[in-house]
C-alpha cells in the first residue's frame, strides 16, 4: 500500500516539475507598439466645376507642328571636312559646338570661333565655315591693309555684337528667316587697334546721308519760316506808313524814323538772328555735303569769358576725298573703305547707311542671291 502511494506521489511530482516548462513556452512575448499618428484632418472635397462657356475649341492642325530631321551622319561629316581647310588657312580659334536644329534654324557644323586671321573677338561667335571664311579673308586683305593705311595701325580685335540667333530678319515676328538663323552672319560693332582708341562705328561713322538730308530740310524750313516774316512784316510796315500823316523832311535830307518804325525793324533784325543761329553750326560738325547748321544758342546774359591760352586738343587729319569734294576723317575714311571691301565679299552688308538699326554696326552675311549679286546698303 505504501509502495504504490509512494509511486503515484512520484509520478504525480514529475507531472508538476514539467508544468513550468510548458506555461513558459505558451505565453505570448510583449510587443512595444509607438503610439499612433495624429492622422490629418480629412480635407473637405473639392468643389464641382462647372463648365464655363463660351467653350473655344482650338484647331488640332494648329497644334500640330511639323517635324524637322535632325542633321544626318553624313551631312555633319560633309560640312565638317569642308570647314577643315578654312580653320587651317587662317588659323581659326575655336571649339566644336553641338550641332543645332531648332525648327528652321541652325547648322550641321557650328563654331564657337574667338580668333581669326590674329584678330581676337570680344565674344564668342557662333557661326559656319562658310562665313567663316569670309570674314577671315576680309579681315586679314581688307581691314588690315585699311587699318595701316588711314591710321597706322593695326587691328587686333572686333567688337562682335551677335551671331547666331534663331530669329527673323530685323527681329521682327512677320518677316523672312534672318541669317542669324542659319549661323550665316555676323554683326561688328567697332575695331580695336594696337595704336590709339577703338574705331566705333556709332561715333566715327560720322552724319550719314539721312542725317545731311534732314538738316537739309531743317534749314529751308527755317529760311521759309524767315522769308514769311520778314513779308510780313514788310507789310504791315506799309500799311502803317499809308495811315500815318507825312512828315516833314529832316534836315540835310537824312531820313528819320519813327519809334513805330525803330521797334519794327529791332524785331525784325531779332528774328532773323534767331533763325540764322539755328542754320550755323561749328566745323567740327560740318557735314559731308558742307551744310552747318547747329541748335541756337541761348540768348541774353554776359558771355562767358575766354581762356587766354586755350587748350590745345588734337583732332583728327581731315582727307579730302577726290568725289564731291567731301571731307572725312581718317577713322571715317577707314570705316567707309572697309565697308565697301565687305559689300564686294559678302552676300549682305548693312550699315549705317542703312537705316537707324544698323547705324551701331556692320551686319554681314553669306545669303544665296543667286544670280541677284551681292546686296549692299
Not at 206 to 228: P, V
Not at 278 to 306: F, Y
Request: aromatic share 4%; hydrophobic share 40%; charged share 20%.
Amino acid at each position: 500500500m505504501v509502495r504504490h502511494s509512494t509511486g503515484r506521489l512520484a509520478a504525480m511530482s514529475a507531472v508538476l516539475a514539467l508544468l513550468p516548462a510548458v506555461a513558459g513556452a505558451q505565453t505570448p512575448q510583449p510587443v512595444v507598439r509607438s503610439a499612433p499618428a495624429a492622422q490629418p484632418a480629412t480635407p473637405p472635397p473639392p468643389p464641382l466645376k462647372t463648365q464655363q462657356f463660351p467653350v473655344t475649341l482650338q484647331d488640332s492642325k494648329s497644334q500640330q507642328q511639323p517635324e524637322v530631321p535632325a542633321w544626318s551622319a553624313e551631312e555633319v561629316a560633309a560640312a565638317k571636312a569642308a570647314c577643315a581647310p578654312v580653320l587651317a588657312k587662317y588659323g581659326v580659334v575655336a571649339t566644336e559646338a553641338e550641332e543645332i536644329k531648332d525648327g528652321e534654324c541652325g547648322t550641321a557644323y557650328p563654331l564657337s570661333v574667338t580668333r581669326v586671321a590674329n584678330v581676337e573677338f570680344s565674344h564668342p561667335a557662333v557661326v559656319n565655315c562658310k562665313v567663316l571664311e569670309t570674314i577671315g579673308e576680309w579681315l586679314r586683305t581688307d581691314v588690315q591693309a585699311s587699318a595701316k593705311r588711314h591710321l597706322g595701325a593695326r587691328v587686333v580685335k572686333i567688337g562682335v555684337m551677335s551671331s547666331y540667333s534663331c530669329r527673323k530678319a530685323y527681329g521682327r515676328k512677320k518677316s523672312r528667316l534672318s541669317e542669324h538663323g542659319l549661323a550665316n552672319a555676323l554683326d561688328v560693332g567697332h575695331f580695336e587697334i594696337d595704336k590709339g582708341p577703338a574705331v566705333a562705328l556709332l561715333a566715327d561713322w560720322g552724319l550719314t546721308e539721312r542725317d545731311i538730308k534732314a538738316r537739309i530740310a531743317a534749314a529751308e524750313a527755317a529760311a521759309r519760316k524767315l522769308a514769311e516774316a520778314k513779308a510780313k512784316a514788310d507789310a504791315e510796315a506799309r500799311a502803317r506808313a499809308q495811315n500815318q500823316p507825312k512828315t516833314p523832311p529832316a534836315p540835310n535830307g537824312v531820313a528819320t524814323m519813327t519809334p513805330a518804325d525803330r521797334g519794327l525793324a529791332g524785331q525784325a533784325a531779332m528774328d532773323g538772328l534767331s533763325a540764322l543761329r539755328g542754320m550755323i553750326d561749328s566745323d567740327t560738325e560740318r557735314g559731308a555735303s558742307g551744310l552747318a547748321l547747329q541748335p541756337p544758342s541761348r540768348l541774353g546774359g554776359p558771355k562767358a569769358k575766354q581762356p587766354e591760352t586755350p587748350a590745345v586738343v588734337a583732332t583728327p587729319p581731315m582727307v579730302t576725298t577726290t568725289t564731291g569734294g567731301r571731307q572725312y576723317t581718317a577713322r571715317q575714311l577707314f570705316l567707309r573703305e572697309i565697308y565697301d571691301a565687305a559689300c564686294k565679299r559678302f552676300g549682305t552688308t548693312l550699315g549705317p547707311e542703312a537705316n537707324e538699326a544698323h547705324r551701331n554696326h556692320f551686319h554681314l552675311d553669306m545669303a544665296d542671291r543667286g544670280n541677284r549679286g551681292n546686296y549692299c546698303r
